[in-house]
């Protein structure tokens, strides 16, 4: 079987990653540049980047050895050419785009991608804030697809660090927009910053990993705007900085709805399956929900981006 050892790309960037965090912290802290820092939530942030290593190095082994398995089943061997890195770089931009919306809207998966939504604040230690239980979510299998066309898994791993080094330097506040061109293909701070916010027309959207162009074709992008600052955080903040409880607090709470007594079987698969939110008896609130409800009090808000139109309810 094939066997290629490439840089681990997202290792070799951590002192960029520590570096860079120290600078901005300087000049939040100085007044020199816009942002801001609180002690406990940046060491949660930092212990949660860590959990995030240590799980990689223990289970991350697992899901590309799966990978590694398809392999015999591709179609294609497509080789190890400059095109071939480009394409699956490309290709694998477009199935983290997949990934992040499901991760967004499928409660199984944002069990795991919560944590780092967790913040309320946003600088570049929040981009380290990452999940401990990705692989229990089974996500890798979106991969597939790459392995079979005849990406080599080793391949993919590769490329996947340059995405992830991109997505650390989005999480910020120091830099404002960029220049016109680029916001239009690339994912920056300010669009980033639109996809942390709590603010009703800014949840969901914005799922980018490199490339904005994914959000601007399948109808997810929505722009920061000065007028509505975002606000940052989950819809209902955890208030701790204990990060076992960042880690495993959505997973307690989905399993605790799912086995609750007297719901029937369709309930129990939904709170799995359904958006966050989600409740069998309507008593909690959706990103659905929180849009309608900005609405109805700021109907002149209505059918703006991330906005849905009037309701024919309000229009009475």
Not at 8 to 14: D, G, H, K, P, R
Not at 155 to 177: D, M, P, S, Y
Request: no cysteine; hydrophobic share 45%; net charge neutral.
């Amino acid at each position: 079987m094939d066997s290629y050892d490439f840089p681990q790309v997202t290792q070799l960037a951590i002192p960029f990653f520590v570096a860079a965090i120290l600078i901005e912290l300087w000049l939040v802290r100085s007044g020199r540049a816009k942002g801001s820092f609180e002690t406990r939530d940046t060491l949660t942030s930092l212990m949660m980047g860590t959990g995030n290593v240590v799980a990689g190095l223990l289970l991350g082994v697992l899901s590309y050895w799966a990978l590694l398995w398809l392999w015999q089943f591709r179609v294609f061997n497509l080789g190890l050419s400059v095109w071939v890195f480009l394409a699956a770089f490309l290709l694998d931009d477009l199935r983290y785009y997949v990934y992040h919306r499901i991760a967004h809207r499928v409660r199984w998966v944002w069990a795991e991608h919560v944590n780092h939504h967790s913040s309320q604040h946003y600088n570049l230690s929040t981009a380290l804030r990452q999940s401990w239980t990705g692989l229990f979510t089974f996500m890798f299998v979106l991969q597939a697809p790459l392995v079979l066309l005849g990406f080599h898994p080793a391949v993919i791993a590769f490329t996947f660090g340059f995405n992830l080094v991109w997505q650390f330097w989005i999480h910020t506040e120091t830099i404002g927009k960029m220049w016109g061109w680029f916001e239009f293909i690339f994912n920056t701070p300010s669009h980033h910053r639109v996809h942390h916010a709590t603010n009703p027309r800014y949840l969901d959207a914005n799922y980018a990993g490199t490339l904005i162009i994914w959000d601007r074709m399948f109808g997810t992008f929505v722009a920061e705007l000065e007028e509505d600052r975002p606000r940052y955080g989950i819809v209902k903040n955890l208030g701790t900085f204990n990060p076992l409880k960042v880690a495993f607090h959505e997973w307690i709470g989905m399993f605790r709805d799912v086995f609750a007594p007297g719901l029937s079987l369709s309930d129990r698969l939904n709170y799995l399956i359904k958006p966050p939110g989600w409740s069998h008896d309507g008593s909690r609130e959706t990103s659905e929900s929180l849009k309608a409800a900005y609405v109805r009090r700021n109907p002149g808000e209505a059918g703006k981006p991330g906005l849905p139109a009037a309701s024919a309810e309000a229009a009475e």
